[in-house]
């Protein structure tokens, strides 16, 4: 299908979109794009204005990443390519590197966002199982300034998130891994790179031949990203099977799965990202 | 045209263009119903398929989930394009050779993602792992070919130009 007509317009600066925002009721802000213009072919979605937000770049920040006082910043219009290929990412946000070649096709990477895809917070997606997984955290930028909001208290339901109407998702933030940081991922898709029927990020701190605060944060099992907090509690103290025993989650039926099959492989995958975290870092 | 509509300026294989679109046209809808360049497809429509796809400012997108709009001052190369110059002239040839199309719908976006990992390979100065052309190609959809006869061609061409290049 072809997306309803909608006026277009291109934001420079990062208070001209606000102020855009302010103005049109219905506008829908478009950064990569990559799952907005589908929704908008498919008439999924019909706002009257789109507001083009990949003007502003560089100088604002938005399209940068950095390391700043023990945290990687990623500006907001950062794409997954540069991620991807990112010194900083590999070596001081490992999660992100290894969830990054999960997520879409080459072709989607050249031009989506990890704003985007943090924003749209599709519950099937890898970033937002990401930043949770992390403990990460969102700036949002609105008429009356900047706040930050931590990724638990971000996504609120099935893409639903906690962004005001007029607010806009500026950059997102992780503690930089250290020494003791361990990550894992693993997801089950019927083609690579689609979205997951089930996967799973996760982080913990090794200790010795332990594990400490394990986070583990399913995606595809929920309206959100969703931490199963039982299994974590069994897998800082070594037991993997109880760990699966435990999994506290309860996946919906969807049109790749059932609820129960959902379930079942979610312990696959808690088998598989166990070992990983179990695994000293090089 | 609609008031809606908004003048762009672009450059597409090579040649530079002032056009007027409506900011609901997708670049891939623009390419084929407004400049005649129809060997992109429409296929899904929704980022799946990959069949529309093409190179912009040098990188592939899909050409159904950008607007035409949102290219203005960039730079747009079409399958006709990268045909035309003999940039895929050696990919083309081996297609044929080893029946790596049927009915050819999908072998556009097939070729602009083959030469998009050739290009990445030549940077690193390696040939890709039959593992790494599937993974690439992973977002084109062929219904005909069961992709074994493609990934062949992807290699075989993979190899014949890092020799070249020795």
Redesign the interface.
Known sequence: ????????KKARTLDEAVALLCEHKDARL?AG??SL??T???RLSAPSV?I?I?GINGSNGLGGIAEKNGAVEIGALVRH?QAERSDVIARLAPLIARAM?HI?????R??GTLGGSIAFADPAAELPACLMALDGEVEATGPKGKRTIRAADFFKGLFETALGPQEILTAIRIPAATKDTRVGFAELAR???DYAIVGLAASARGDGKGLKDVRLSFFGAGDTPSRARKAETALESGDVDAAVAALDLQPHDDVQATGAVKKHLAGVLLRRVAKQLMEPRP | MTDLAVDIALTVNGEKLAERVEPRQTLVDFLRDNLGLTGSHVGCEHGVCGACTVRVDGEIVRGCLMLAVQCDGSKVETIEGISDSGEVADLQMAFEQRNALQCGFCTPGMIAAAQDLLLLAKESGGVPSRDEIREHISGNYCRCTGYHAIVDAVEAVAQARAGAAK
């Open positions: 299908m072809k997306p309803a007509p909608f006026a277009y478009l794009g990559q213009i589908a908008l072919n498919m789109l083009d990949n390519v070649p879409g096709h080459a072709a989607i050249n031009r083609r690579h790179g």
